[in-house]
């Protein structure tokens, strides 16, 4: 199974960037996906997670996580960017669903990652 995002790159502080992650391999309908974040120095983050009936989790707002299933790809938009979101983002892909989707060491695919970085 591979991941692939995309989207990522430089943006001003109060912008808004979509995040794009084509998975390929396998049976993208039947994951649960997440997308998750990790700044330098700092541990990566749980950002956002969609199941694969739809249902969506966030860490906090300004995301928003979407999926489509004719495309085998899942999106995360984020709005009001600030410095502080800056870090390489990551998808995920995981078979069997775990309570919170919250939790990396439970998503058995990943992504290489997309670097976002703010400017203030």
């Known amino acids: 199974v591979l991941l692939v995002e995309s989207g990522g790159g430089l943006v001003q502080a109060g912008g808004s960037l979509r995040l794009s992650c084509e998975v390929s391999?396998?049976?993208?309908?039947?994951?649960?996906l997440g997308w998750f974040r990790q700044a330098p120095g700092k541990e990566r983050e749980f950002v956002a997670a969609?199941?694969?009936?739809g249902d969506a989790t966030y860490a906090k707002g300004r995301f928003f996580i979407s999926r489509d299933n004719a495309k085998n790809t899942v999106y995360l938009q984020i709005f009001n960017l600030n410095p502080d979101d800056t870090a390489v983002y990551y998808c995920?892909?995981?078979?069997?669903?775990?309570?919170?989707?919250?939790?990396?060491?439970?998503?058995?695919?990943w992504g290489q990652g997309t670097q976002v970085t703010v400017s203030s």
């Open positions: 391999g396998g049976f993208f309908s039947t994951y649960h």
């Open positions: 969609i199941t694969r009936s």
């Open positions: 995920a892909a995981q078979r069997q669903f775990s309570e919170t989707l919250r939790i990396p060491t439970d998503y058995d695919y």
